[in-house]
T-cell receptor, first 114, second 117 residues
Framework: KAGVTQTPRYLIKTRGQQVTLSCSPI?????VSWYQQTPGQGLQFLFE???????NKGNFPGRFSGRQFSNSRSEMNVSTLELGDSALYLC?????????????FGPGTRLTVL | AQTVTQSQPEMSVQEAETVTLSCTYD???????LFWYKQPPSRQMILVIR??????QNATENRFSVNFQKAAKSFSLKISDSQLGDAAMYFC??????????????FGRGTQLTVWP
């Protein structure tokens, strides 16, 4: 089975722009979670989607949004980019969201905001 | 609130030796899951091992094993016969079994492991 894929792998944007990141889960996985990783804050949870519904959201401003499609692929969008949004964005997929199903991670998208 | 603490920001070990990484967590739940992930320089987060809280037996995966102490809320990772490829940042993570925290892993700040030849 193919693993979790994320596109693009690298992005450079300027302040004020918006960006869309994509995540394709492992085939059959219906849950996708997003995390932001920075040296200062570590790994922070953004949101989780299951069957096209956002089931959980972390403590991020409304500039961060996401969605999930019927094929379980997910996108996250960041509008009005700020310098502090520079980070590695990781998505993870799992079969279900309860029962402790293991999350499998993609390679990440490295976003640099200039 | 669930918190995960890794008190060792950095550890080092000689190749072929054994090293133990520490992790403690705080929760009021009785059912949950614990994980260790490794993140090598490629930044790909890789699952190392998983432990169910309801299981008393410690999980083992080849050279990797855990010491799960539920009452003490401790979850350490032991790496035996360390190899150069084990060098990475290791994250301890907690996953609640129910409630409003669906789909969310709680991570520690990580332990950077260096393996010396």
């Amino acid at each position: 089975k193919a693993g979790v894929t994320q596109t693009p792998r690298y992005l450079i944007k300027t302040r004020g722009q918006q960006v869309t990141l994509s995540c394709s889960p492992i085939s059959g996985h219906r849950s996708v979670s997003w995390y932001q990783q920075t040296p200062g804050q570590g790994l922070q949870f953004l949101f989780e989607y299951f069957s096209e519904t956002q089931r959980n959201k972390g403590n991020f401003p409304g500039r961060f949004s996401g969605r999930q499609f019927s094929n379980s692929r997910s996108e996250m969008n960041v509008s009005t980019l700020e310098l502090g949004d520079s980070a590695l964005y990781l998505c993870a997929s799992s079969l279900v969201t309860s029962g402790g199903d293991t999350q499998y991670f993609g390679p990440g998208t490295r976003l640099t905001v200039l | 609130a669930q918190t995960v603490t890794q008190s060792q920001p950095e550890m080092s070990v000689q190749e072929a030796e054994t090293v133990t990484l520490s992790c403690t967590y705080d929760t009021s739940e009785s059912d949950y899951y614990l994980f260790w992930y490794k993140q090598p320089p490629s930044r790909q987060m890789i699952l190392v091992i998983r432990q169910e809280a309801y299981k008393q037996q410690n999980a083992t995966e080849n050279r990797f094993s855990v010491n799960f102490q539920k009452a003490a809320k401790s979850f350490s990772l032991k790496i035996s016969d360390s190899q150069l490829g084990d060098a990475a940042m290791y994250f301890c993570a907690y996953f609640p079994d129910r409630g409003s925290t669906l789909g969310r892993l709680y991570f520690g700040r990580g332990t950077q492991l260096t393996v010396w030849p």
